[in-house]
């Protein structure tokens, strides 16, 4: 348990320190009314009872307290959780908000290597941990605490004597807590990872249940599933062989020794020598019974401490990772949207070099396409541009400024991204133009949509605008996709606009309106293309031929066709023509550049 986790958990809780403070104190009130039951009792018996004092009234009125007490215990009990309860949701609500704005804020860097599952994880999983932390181990604690002084008090009242026997057990106690939490932590740490691994996998799984189906690899990840599931299995049953040998078991089997023992001793005594009253008595094995309610709610609850603790450190360690700026970058001016990589060279993986002393410019309102086999490099220069990434060499500006000093928000305001299977969110179609920009009116995205031409396919749908969208958008067609995300990156007007084609081959007539799609939208911004289809950027104002993270080529179509070079002789294989000279060279990439799936890039 770390204290900077201690002390950040202890941060949240402090924004309800007024609330948590008042549960505290109607929470001693139950304390307080439950003990002063068998003082009650006590008194009856002792004073009313055996030395006869038959005075019916007196006796009535104790009762009438005793039940008064009973109540009031019973209300404020009822009231101190509900306010405990309440209060823990909101911690983790406030958590959970900051968390999920964090994980937006984190470089894409972070996610190549992590797998969603584990972040899905933290966010469901260990939040939920944490809420237990503050639900039922903040509350058991103080309770018990309190419940434990109110008891020793009372003991101490009773009979010194007597309390001072049962002084012996909190060291005991102590001791086998140490014990415990030492074993279990072990156990709670490698849960907490299975569990991670276990989400990791489902995620995945579900993701790809197409290719496992179409692989017929259902056996072969049920296999792998139960390799897991097997192991965390096997973990939890250790977990629960340390839990029962040591909790609530442990402390009741020496409790109801020890309640025997004294009833056995002094019960002896009461009888023979009448050392202590009846009363006394009583009033002592009431309270010794109510001694160990608190220390087995506290074993109880340590385990939970433990796995909330396992889980904050996780939680915080998100949380620790640098994030993004998020501040909306107001006043900047609409940049012109001149591009410039000035000998550029990246890396994703130290000493892998992916783009290698790239060097270009894009003036204002040109189109400039990136074309190249698959892993050359094309996503990756999109990736550098919209900061994503930092290259490790080399500039690159916009409108002659550094854009690493630009913030993230500014730099991707002027920005527009059509990706090549564009991603349309749950919600209906406006909203997957507007994205909820308050800038942006219905209007405009009714515009948008027309002048992309994607309006008359959606108002042909039952709902019209108003469609939902479900499963991101697996009930439209890939060309009516880009429609709509065509027209998004219109709405949003940006100075830049970046393409990432679609590779699968489309019908003639939805290409034709993509093309004239992408001509509405680049008109007046500059636009860098990542083009398949080579046919599609014959206007292009500048091509780049990308082979193994370098420039190899560079110029319009018409230059690049007079050269006979790399880009010819995939022009020629992807239309057709000249498909004999040139199969040896590249068969792999007829029908278009074929994109590299699985691999891990943002674009
Ligand atoms: N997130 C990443 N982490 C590590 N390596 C990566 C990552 N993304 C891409 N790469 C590697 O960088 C190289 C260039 O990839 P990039 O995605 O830029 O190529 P591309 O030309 O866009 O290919 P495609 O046309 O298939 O999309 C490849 O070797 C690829 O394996």
Redesign the pocket.
Known sequence: MKSSTTARLFRYALVYKYRIIAAMLILCCAVGAELGGPYIAKTIIDKHLSAGDKDIGAVLGLLGLYIGLLLTAGACNFTQSYMLQATALRIIKNMRMDLMQHISRIPVRYF?NTPIGQVVSRIANDTEAIRDLFMSFMATFVVSLVQLTGIYVALFILDARLALITLLLPPLFVAIMYVHLKYSQVYIAIMRARLSDMNAMFNETINVMPVIQAFRREKATTLEFETLNHDRYINQVKQFRVFSMSSRNIVGTIGGLLTALVIWYFGHESLTKAAISFGVFYAFIDYLGRLFNPIIGIFDQLTNAQRAFVSADKVFAIMDLEGTDVEEAKGAPRPDGIVKFDNVTFA??DGEN?LKGISFEARKGETLALV??????????M?LLLGFYEPQQGIISIDGRDIRTYSKQELRKHMGIVLQDPFLFAGDIKFNVSLYNKNITIDRVKSALREVGAASFIEQLPNGYDEQVVERGSTLSSGQRQLISFARALAFDPSILILDEATASIDSETEGLIQQALKVVSEGRTTLV?A?RLSTIREADQILV?HR?EIVERGNHRELMELQGRYYKMYQLQTGEGAARTAGDSAQHSGG????SG???P?
Not at 372 to 381: A, C, E, L, Q, V
Not at 593 to 596: C, E, F, K
């Open positions: 190549d994703y993986k992916v190249g086999h698959t892993g050359s490099g094309k996503s990756s220069i990736n990542i398949h990308l993270g550049l074929p994109r590299a691999v891990p890039s674009l």
